[in-house]
């Protein structure tokens, strides 16, 4: 009698056992399948953030394409994008300063720095060209990570005047 009940209290430990050892394995896939969403949702979020810098400097230039309207300019040692509106006497600039993409949009015989324009959204950098009505734009969204737009302005190809 004392053997089988020896025997049961072995089987119920080895049934412990083995249900800790399946619980364990079960904590360590569930964490390991955390760490992998976390890695997927901070990529994800990383080339959103890039892909709407993009589309945010192309909407901008899209809205303002007009024969002599869009220039590449250096606004206080940083290059910048001039979108003029010669109608109601305003310019709008898109730059990189300290880490953000900044917008600022002023009178046109009003010069003001580039810390007083409005923060849009990170940026590490940002690089544009203008030659012969291709506008480049080189955003370095940080972490070695860059991305190019290039826009064809449709002013220059007898587009809006």
Known sequence: MKRQETKHQMDGLLMLLLFGVFA??????????????????????AAYDRRTCVQYIATKVRQGDATGRVSVEDFCGESALRLTDSEAGCVTRLYCHDGWLMELYTL?????????GEKIMPLAGLSLTLEDGLLTAEIDGGEGVKDTLRLSLRSEEGGRT
Do not use: I, S, W
């Not at 046109?108 to 007083?116: F, I, T």
């Open 108 to 116: 046109a015989q009003v010069e003001l720095e580039p810390q007083d």
């Open 24 to 45: 364990a394995c079960v904590l360590v896939v569930l964490m390991t399948g955390a760490r992998a969403y976390r890695g997927l949702t901070d990529r994800d979020q």
